[in-house]
């Protein structure tokens, strides 16, 4: 292999590592957020704080997520989905464009989703959180609550 080809490849893996920097951090935020919730349990009264809406009468979006966070650490999917649905449902999409954006930076190509597709998505996301939230503080709801 020739200098100049090493120089090449070398050059290849330093812009990698840099470009791969933002992702590996992102897997390292939920990993510890992850780990930090399986250890402790925000089943219990009070583990985690007080959450605001909870203290105000009411369950947001968000009511239940880190309870289904540590179920799903212990495989009870089940008690996961009862914890709070939108969240779990929501997972493989958040997967999925967790993926495609960490593909695009290990291949150099930067994925670029088309700004009206982003915008409907995230339209529905927000329409689906305030009819979860509306409907889970209902008593036809209340199935949904945390």
């Known amino acids: 292999m020739s200098l100049a080809a090493t120089a090449v490849r070398a050059t290849d893996a330093s812009a990698r590592r840099r ?3 933002s992702p590996f951090l992102v897997a390292g935020g ?5 780990l930090a919730l399986h250890f402790r349990d ?3 009264e009070g583990s985690w704080g007080l959450c605001p809406s909870a203290a105000l009468g009411f369950s947001c979006p968000g009511c239940g997520g880190l309870r289904a966070v540590n179920d799903l650490t212990d495989l009870r999917f089940l008690d996961a989905v ?3 649905l939108l969240f779990v449902a929501t997972i493989p999409l958040f997967a999925w464009i967790f ?11 930067a994925w670029d989703p088309d700004s009206r597709i982003v915008a409907r998505v995230s339209a529905v996301l927000i329409a689906a959180m305030v009819v979860f939230s509306v ?11 945390p």
């Open 19 to 21: 470009r791969m920097a």
């Open 99 to 109: 993926w495609r954006w960490s593909a695009g930076r290990w291949t150099g190509r």
């Open 135 to 145: 409907v889970r503080n209902t008593p036809a709801g209340s199935w949904l609550a």
């Open 30 to 34: 939920i990993t510890a957020a992850t």
């Open 82 to 84: 009862s914890s709070n």
């Open 42 to 44: 925000p089943h219990a």
